[in-house]
């Protein structure tokens, strides 16, 4: 009797361990690193996966392998500016449909920036876009979004210093 209870138990911790590898640290961490590639690694989140390895090399793997395949393990790129410094964006390719795009700066503070509204024709392509930070921005960390009519395409951090 004593076996079967023992190698159940025994199961049921590894299952447990297993199932909880799969909550990975950097993915829960900070979700909206999925699909990020070759960045810098983030050290706390490679050392919480590390930990899946006491119980078992099983977890651990999975956990770090989880991380590296999804991108929750690596921090996101920061691009450091001044104020006043020129910023610029390049587009590849013919707008697939006429849109209007807006280009944003968001202050620690809530106060948004625009930095550049323009409207692109179906089939034009839209060459490097020139931006340049207003010279009055105090130190601290930005976001630039890029709105294409009026919803938010893509988003990124930069440290004005």
């Known amino acids: 009797m004593k ?3 023992r190698a159940q138990a025994v199961l049921l911790v590894l ?8 909550l990975n640290c950097g993915l829960i961490l900070h979700p909206d690193r999925n699909g990020r590639r070759g960045s810098r690694v983030d050290v706390v989140a490679i050392v919480l996966d590390c930990l899946w390895l006491i119980p078992g090399i099983v977890p651990g793997v999975v956990a770090l392998l989880i991380d590296f395949v999804t991108g929750g393990i690596y921090e996101a790129s920061l ?17 697939p449909r006429a849109a ?16 550049a509204s323009r409207h692109v024709d179906q089939g034009h392509e839209m060459d490097q876009t ?20 009026g919803r938010e395409n893509a988003h990124f951090s930069v440290e004005v210093r």
Request: aromatic share 4%.
């Open 130 to 149: 020139p931006l340049h930070l207003p010279d009055t921005l105090a130190p601290g960390r930005y976001g630039i979004s890029i709105a294409i009519n």
């Open 3 to 5: 076996k079967p209870l």
């Open 100 to 115: 209007d795009m807006d280009i944003t700066l968001t202050a620690p503070d809530g106060k948004v920036h625009s930095l």
């Open 79 to 95: 691009h450091h500016l001044r104020p006043g410094d020129p910023v610029g964006l390049r587009f590849n390719g013919p707008a």
């Open 15 to 22: 299952v447990s361990a297993l199932g909880l590898s799969q």
